[in-house]
Structure formats: C-alpha cells, structure tokens
C-alpha cells in the first residue's frame, strides 16, 4: 500500500552557508555519490531526473522527482534550508526528506531514516574535514554472504575494532592488502561504520538489516587517489571478510 514518508532533521555545523551550499549543490561526491549539479533556477533540472522547485542560494534548494525508477518508491522531495549563525561563521540546517514509499513501508523508512543520519553526519565530516578538496568516490558491495544481520560486525572485526571501540577513539584499522589506516572511528552503531583518515572518508554499510548485501563507499581526497585501484581493493578485502573468491 503508497504511503507518504517525512524524515526532518536539523543539525549545526562549523562552516559557513556557502559551503553548505556548495556541497549540496556540487560537492555530493565528497559525502554521498557523486551527482550532476542543479540546473541553478526553478523549473531546471535535478539529479536522477528530478526538477528544481526551490533554488535561493545559499538558502534554500528543494528537488522533487515523480517518477523515482523504484518498485518501492513513487516519489522523492529532498529539501534543504540554510541559516547563517554567528554572523554567517557557521551554518544551521535543516533537511526535509519525503515522499511516497508503494512497498514495505516500515522497512524502508526504517533503513532511509537510518541511512539519512549516516549521510548526515558525513556531509558535517567532509565540511569540517575536507570540503572543498576534489574527491575521488568509489562504492562497491559486498557477496551474497554479507546479506546478514552479522555481516557489519564481522567487517568490524577484520578491520581489528574491539567490540566496545566507541565513535571519537583513534584507531588503526587492518585495511586491504594489509595495510594499517590510520584513523578516526567518526561514526559507529549497530548499522553502520565510518573511518576518517588524513586523505578519507571511508564508510561501511550494515545493509543486511534491509536485505541488500553489505556496502562501502571510498571518498578519496588525495591528489593521486585511483578509484579502480580504491574499488579493487577494498573488493578483495570485503569478499575475503565473507571468504569469496
């Protein structure tokens, strides 16, 4: 059964509008995925076939999409405002993600609410950390085995995390060809997990709680960071957590 969806969220950040504004607008790859900008007015074009209704920069910037391209989803609206703070030294914002779900209504607003603190989160890490340093983005999923409740714990195993390692702890982390990463554990709950060094955003994706194999996405901002050597890596590394060859 279609049923509308809202998830709001509000949160501050140390940067000016601008560079929020920039990130949503230009700079999605250095948190999210890497997306063709707005066509900058109402009535212009947004990403995946979207159409721009609100565009105030570096206030607001709404996109809605009647025809998402999903069985499970009907319609899309991702709507941003902007607020300067301490004379425009830092921003506040507050995003408003909604829409139609047609399929399995809890689940999915289960995993899009959950998936929409974690994006969050690293849009404050990129803004803070690295924006608006170019990036070099890859993503890859995990094998059929890491389609489980499990799969994220044993992730943070094979990258040598002790079970209590809390969010905030500096860490060395086993990386693929058996590299140590040295890092920040910047995000870490039952679903997801993210590690921030001094070149990356690199973020874990406990999908089996939606039924969808277990993700990674490498936000790379190192002057000579490859994407297929980045997305080869990490590959080999997750198929050798869930032994896949």
């Not at 950040?13 to 560079?19: A, F, H, L, Q, S």
């Not at 300067?84 to 909604?98: I, K, L």
């Not at 389609?147 to 714990?153: F, N, R, V």
Request: charge should be negative.
């Amino acid at each position: 059964m279609s049923k509308e969806f809202e998830i709001v969220r509000e949160f501050e950040v140390d940067v000016p509008p601008e560079k929020v504004w920039e990130a949503i607008t230009t700079g999605t790859g250095g948190y999210l995925w890497p997306m063709d900008p707005p066509e900058p007015r109402v009535g212009g074009s947004g990403p995946f076939g979207s159409t721009v209704t609100a565009w105030d920069p570096p206030h607001r910037y709404t996109n809605r999409s009647e025809d998402v391209g999903f069985p499970t989803q009907s319609v899309n609206q991702l709507d941003y405002t902007i607020e300067p703070r301490d004379e425009g030294r830092r921003a506040w914002v507050r995003y408003v993600h909604s829409g139609i779900f047609t399929d399995d209504w809890n689940n999915q607003y289960d995993g899009a609410s959950k998936h929409t603190n974690f994006y969050l989160h690293t849009l404050c890490e990129y803004l803070t950390h690295f924006a608006p340093r170019p990036v070099t983005f890859a993503q890859l999923s995990g094998p059929a085995a890491s389609q489980t409740t499990e799969a994220l714990a044993a992730v943070g195993h094979a990258l040598g995390l002790a079970d209590d390692t809390a969010a905030g702890t500096k860490v060395s982390a086993q990386g693929p060809g058996g590299r140590t990463l040295d890092a920040v554990l910047d995000y870490r709950n039952p679903y997801f997990i993210g590690l921030r060094t001094d070149s990356a955003l690199i973020r874990f994706f406990g999908r089996g709680h939606w039924g969808a194999p277990l993700g990674i996405s490498v936000h790379d901002f190192a002057p000579d960071a490859d994407a297929e050597a980045n997305q080869s890596a990490w590959q080999d590394w997750l198929n050798g957590v869930f032994s896949q060859s």
